[in-house]
């Protein structure tokens, strides 16, 4: 079955009903099991940071539903993205692999070259090649039907949810205006048509991919929203987040209303950190308070993301867990929750035990590799998590730093200088998984201009930057580095 959202419900129906009998012809007994699975709803945010939940402690945030979520499931406090940008992150999530493998390792397209660059970017991959098996391929293989709606970001035409695996692609709008029945961020749409997917194959087992487009910049909101949330840090990014939280208030109706709930796992999560430097047309955005930095940044504020997940009867309600998980696992995590075989040859590995109650979360080092300057002001660099210790390395220059995450939550204190023989040990690592990675790496820039880089990484380090305490001439100098920042690009691709 293969449906995009111009073909009428009718149509979707009938060719659902026929996909699920092609299905069960070519997998003798799948019928007499198959309606045990769960269903899975995964809601996926974009640019959604740690801090911008008010379960989460975001005081001046109003998230009802979500907070709800949390107290009927897990959430979880050292939730990691595999990359703290949406694209490789996405395909991080919907390969179960690294970024560094995939050699998809930043945005489409990317930040362009320019002179304020030391080292140049390495060339990515422009898709996710379609020899890469995504998720729908293992899932449709055990009965599901599978729903693709919203942001994809991982290819263009040739390379869609379509032909990797998803029988039904709504793609819906990144920005629309606000009124009384529309966010805007195409939220109202989206969720509709994630409603209409779930109702037409209720009768089977589904997996939703919901992947909205908020809170991207640039975005808007209801005016009622914004007024009610005069008081927030930015209103109208307050007036979104409501908007979103409404919206996941009325898919989880929907599951309620078809007697659903007990046999869906939903899990809702951000594919990356919250913007916390300004950019677009928005002079702040959100804060990721504790965290250092955010989106861009391979400081704690870019990687860590909200996550919750409710399965009533099998996650445990109202835990929160402080072990770290990464969204590379997401694939044989979920395979194992469904009771099917967990793949081999992926980068993720299954947590599922941790969150049925059946064992602990799974003891790891994590790595990241980013070796790209960001337009949200990062330098290329990598970054290795060992128990409370963080390792952040910079591509550019010989440089690294370390930080206590059990004593310095916030990454204040740079203690590379203090653990010279831990240091070595952490580099020595992250350098054997690169390799083992395949990853790509960074060479000289011929027109580098050494004035630019001081302007742009010196004179400014934008991750100290910490918009929550920010004074009027901080927000003043920021909004100039902004303005630079953009005015080193080449001239096509300069943001407004």
């Known amino acids: 079955m293969r449906t995009t959202s111009a073909m009428t419900r009718r149509d979707f129906l009938q060719l659902s009903g026929l996909g699920l009998v092609y299905t069960f012809l070519q997998n003798p007994g799948l019928a007499e099991s198959v309606e045990q699975r769960p269903n899975i709803v995964f809601i996926l945010c974009d640019d959604l940071g740690i801090n911008d939940l008010h379960c989460y402690g975001r005081q001046d945030h109003h998230t009802p539903n979500l907070d709800k979520l949390a107290t009927q499931g897990m959430r979880f406090t050292s939730a990691y993205c595999a990359q703290p940008?949406?694209?490789?992150?996405?395909?991080?999530?919907?390969?179960?692999?690294?970024?560094?493998?995939?050699?998809?390792?930043?945005?489409?397209?990317?930040?362009?070259?320019?002179?304020?660059?030391?080292?140049?970017?390495?060339?990515?991959?422009?898709?996710?090649?379609?020899?890469?098996?995504?998720?729908?391929?293992?899932?449709?293989?055990?009965?599901?039907?599978?729903?693709?709606?919203?942001?994809?970001?991982?290819?263009?035409?040739?390379?869609?949810?379509?032909?990797?695996?998803?029988?039904?692609?709504?793609?819906?709008?990144?920005?629309?205006?606000?009124?009384?029945?529309?966010?805007?961020?195409?939220?109202?749409?989206?969720?509709?048509?994630?409603?209409?997917?779930?109702?037409?194959?209720?009768?089977?087992?589904?997996?939703?991919?919901?992947?909205?487009?908020?809170?991207?910049?640039?975005?808007?909101?209801?005016?009622?929203?914004?007024?009610?949330?005069?008081?927030?840090?930015?209103?109208?990014?307050?007036?979104?987040?409501?908007?979103?939280?409404?919206?996941?208030?009325?898919?989880?109706?929907?599951?309620?209303?078809?007697?659903?709930?007990?046999?869906?796992?939903?899990?809702?999560?951000?594919?990356?950190?919250?913007?916390?430097?300004?950019?677009?047309?928005?002079?702040?955005?959100?804060?990721?308070?504790?965290?250092?930095?955010?989106?861009?940044?391979?400081?704690?504020?870019?990687?860590?993301?909200?996550?919750?997940?409710?399965?009533?009867?099998?996650?445990?309600?109202?835990?929160?867990v402080d072990e770290p998980v990464i969204n590379t696992d997401w694939i044989p995590t979920m395979l194992e929750l469904a009771g099917q075989p967990v793949p081999s040859g992926l980068d993720g590995i299954s947590f599922a035990v941790g969150l049925n109650g059946h064992g602990h979360m799974p003891q790891r080092s994590f790595f990241w590799h980013f070796p790209h300057y960001t337009n949200q002001g990062s330098r290329p660099s990598g970054a290795m998590r060992e128990g409370d210790w963080l390792l952040v390395e910079f591509y550019d220059e010989e440089q690294a730093e370390l930080y206590n995450l059990r004593t310095d939550i916030s990454e204040k204190q740079d203690m590379a200088a203090q653990q010279p023989e831990r240091v070595a040990r952490m580099r020595s690592a992250l350098a054997a998984w690169r390799k083992d990675n395949h990853a790509q790496g960074n060479v000289p820039n011929p027109d580098f201009s050494p004035d630019k880089f001081r302007t742009l990484y010196r004179d400014v380090d934008a991750s100290r930057f910490n918009p929550a305490t920010a004074g009027e001439e901080q927000w003043k100098q920021m909004w100039e580095w902004r303005k630079t920042m953009n005015s080193v690009l080449p001239d096509k691709k300069r943001s407004k």
């Open 85 to 320: 940008i949406c694209s490789p992150s996405r395909a991080a999530i919907l390969t179960g692999k690294n970024p560094a493998r995939l050699h998809l390792t930043t945005y489409l397209p990317g930040r362009s070259n320019c002179v304020s660059q030391k080292v140049l970017h390495p060339e990515i991959q422009m898709q996710v090649p379609l020899e890469e098996k995504m998720l729908p391929r293992y899932f449709k293989a055990a009965g599901y039907v599978c729903g693709a709606v919203g942001k994809w970001h991982v290819g263009g035409k040739g390379f869609g949810p379509l032909e990797h695996g998803f029988d039904f692609y709504h793609p819906g709008r990144a920005n629309t205006k606000p009124s009384e029945t529309e966010g805007g961020k195409g939220e109202y749409d989206l969720t509709a048509a994630a409603g209409q997917f779930i109702t037409a194959n209720q009768q089977r087992p589904f997996f939703v991919y919901l992947a909205h487009n908020t809170p991207h910049i640039p975005y808007d909101a209801q005016p009622a929203r914004i007024a009610k949330n005069t008081g927030a840090f930015e209103p109208v990014y307050a007036g979104v987040i409501e908007t979103l939280d409404d919206t996941v208030g009325r898919l989880l109706a929907t599951l309620d209303s078809l007697k659903l709930t007990e046999k869906t796992i939903v899990i809702f999560t951000s594919d990356n950190g919250g913007l916390h430097v300004p950019e677009g047309p928005h002079p702040r955005v959100t804060h990721n308070t504790p965290y250092r930095a955010g989106k861009g940044f391979v400081y704690e504020g870019g990687l860590r993301i909200p996550l919750i997940i409710r399965w009533p009867g099998h996650v445990p309600a109202g835990k929160i």
